[in-house]
């Protein structure tokens, strides 16, 4: 069996799988578990040692699935492993499928949310090409393999790659530090930008959307960099989301930085207030401790 998934992790905060392929030397088949819900009869099929699973890449395939309906999938051929045993060095599908069969395949779809419903003929027509070919591909990979005594080698790849636990997906604290350009910002702007990337996470958890999709790292950089100490300054920042410009969000984001700010000048020994620092700013738009500027508690 040739096997793939498309999942929404580049959308969703809590990725899932939204679409399994599976092709056959007789057809090619698409499930949709957001409609069938339950797929327990498929577990024994993933983890029957006597049928081989021919998948490319296939650790985050296998990390869906034991994350989202708690299949082990043994007996596995990887593709894109056995063709790094080769020595071939583009691993991207759609050029390996175009080198053997001479195949273009349509990257449109590759970044789309699979989560949403409905699917268009051609995002069906793209995730079908994904595991059609792949039979015949693990064929020729398999020949050179054995010719150059590599398919021992291989097999104990695949079964390293099979049985692998990839952690899930969880917010690391320390993630800040790995913004690009994090290293150019003064010991203020470090401890703001910690704040930020929290107060990221945590509105990317409540709408269960990919952080990045909630404020960019470029955003947070501004923001750390600026220190916007009220509304007309927020505003002014480039790349800020719509929500975050006015009304409640706004309120709370400026709290969340007026936080961040004060305990950040207390450790660096300043006493600074937010009011002090733009003594001629309009009262209407400066902040009081723990208050946004719409009166309400941040």
């Keep these: ?148 005594s590599l398919w021992g080698q291989a097999q104990e790849t695949f079964a390293r790659a099979s049985a692998q636990e990839i952690p899930e997906r969880t917010f690391d604290p320390q993630g800040y530090r790995r913004i690009r350009e994090f290293r150019n910002l003064n010991r203020i702007g470090k401890q703001v930008l910690q704040a930020l990337h929290g ?10 959307r990919a952080p990045f999709r909630v404020m960019s790292n470029e955003t947070l950089m501004r923001l750390a960099n600026h220190l916007p100490r009220n509304l007309d300054e927020l505003q002014k920042t480039a790349g800020l989301p719509r929500p975050y410009r006015s009304g409640r969000l706004a309120g709370e984001l400026l709290a969340v930085l007026q936080k961040a700010i004060q305990a950040a000048e207390r450790s660096c020994g300043r006493s600074t207030t937010v009011s002090d620092s733009n003594p001629g700013q309009d009262s209407a738009t400066s902040l009081e401790p723990g208050r946004t500027p719409w009166g309400e508690n941040g």
């Design 199 to 208: 107060y990221r996470d945590g509105r990317a958890r409540e709408l269960d």
């Design 1 to 148: 069996l040739a096997v793939d998934t498309e999942s929404n992790g580049y959308y969703a905060y809590h990725e899932r799988i939204c679409l399994i392929q599976i092709s056959t030397l007789a057809d090619d088949y698409i499930l949709d578990p957001l409609a069938i819900g339950d797929l327990n009869g498929l577990d024994k099929l993933f983890a029957d040692p006597c049928i081989e699973k021919i998948m490319h890449a296939a650790s985050n395939d296998i990390a869906g699935f034991k994350r989202d309906f708690h299949f082990q999938v043994n007996n596995l051929f990887d593709t894109a492993l056995a063709c790094k045993l080769l020595g071939i060095e583009q691993l991207g599908l759609s050029r390996i499928i175009n080198q053997h069969f001479g195949v273009e395949l349509n990257k449109k779809w590759q970044r789309c949310n699979w989560g949403l419903r409905p699917l268009a003929p051609e995002q069906l027509e793209y995730a079908r090409l994904d595991t059609h070919f792949l039979i015949d591909l693990r064929h020729l990979l398999a020949k050179d393999l054995l010719d150059r």
